[in-house]
T-cell receptor, first 115, second 115 residues
Framework: AQKITQTQPGMFVQEKEAVTLDCTYD???????LFWYKQPSSGEMIFLIYQGSYDQQNATEGRYSLNFQKARKSANLVISASQLGDSAMYFCAMREPFNGNQFYFGTGTSLTVIP | DAEITQSPRHKITETGRQVTLACHQTWNHNNMFWYRQDLGHGLRLIHYSYGVHDTNKGEVSDGYSVSRSNTEDLPLTLESAASSQTSVYFCASSENSGRASGELFFGEGSRLTVL
């Protein structure tokens, strides 16, 4: 079974609107971390936001927030007030520190912000 | 500032040749990883290391090898390059804290073309 599933290969959003990128995960470990990375067309991987499995509050970093629904095993990224510079690939990832300590990545969502 | 660097950034080689991609990090991280990125597959783990002289196979390790002789470096070797290994390769590192937090730090990527 896939550890991380991103079901939206491509998304479009109007500039200044909010957009939600979906991510579901699969783990039986009680301790895990969830991450989102941005990859612009230049190719580098940029860390955006982190959510721990024991965190009570949803993580926020500026215009990024993570909608963490533990029972549903989802960790959706919400980008508010989209900007043209948000056009990029977005990857969801999970780390299981007590199960090999590896990072598992989804296949990514390509976001295009329309002016 | 600490960083992680990859070289070469771009390489074209011929089928059957041996190729080595270098990865050097100054974060003093114990954990180092090699991923390949292909359209539709996201990032797939090739090999990883949790410390000096430790190496482990990831999900797509066939045709690749790594060695870890010091903390800073994890070179990736393609013993006999194949066209199927044309890809973008990312090296990454993370702290080994036993916690779920602690993101992956990525190199800039190495684009390899096998003709």
């Amino acid at each position: 079974a896939q550890k991380i599933t991103q079901t939206q290969p491509g998304m479009f959003v109007q500039e200044k609107e909010a957009v939600t990128l979906d991510c579901t995960y699969d783990t039986s470990d009680p301790s895990y971390g969830l991450f989102w990375y941005k990859q612009p067309s230049s190719g580098e991987m940029i860390f955006l936001i982190y959510q721990g499995s024991y965190d009570q509050q949803n993580a926020t970093e500026g215009r990024y927030s993570l909608n963490f629904q533990k029972a549903r095993k989802s960790a959706n990224l919400v980008i508010s007030a989209s900007q043209l510079g948000d056009s990029a690939m977005y990857f969801c990832a999970m780390r299981e520190p007590f199960n090999g300590n590896q990072f598992y990545f989804g296949t990514g969502t390509s976001l295009t912000v329309i002016p | 500032d600490a960083e992680i660097t990859q070289s070469p950034r771009h390489k074209i080689t011929e089928t059957g040749r041996q190729v080595t991609l270098a990865c050097h990090q100054t974060w003093n991280h114990n954990n180092m990883f090699w991923y390949r990125q292909d359209l539709g597959h996201g990032l797939r783990l090739i090999h990883y290391s949790y410390g000096v002289h430790d190496t482990n196979k990831g999900e797509v390790s066939d045709g690749y090898s790594v060695s870890r002789s010091n903390t800073e470096d994890l070179p990736l070797t393609l013993e006999s390059a194949a066209s199927s290994q044309t890809s973008v390769y990312f090296c990454a590192s993370s702290e080994n804290s036993g916690r779920a937090s602690g993101e992956l730090f990525f190199g800039e990527g190495s684009r390899l073309t096998v003709l």
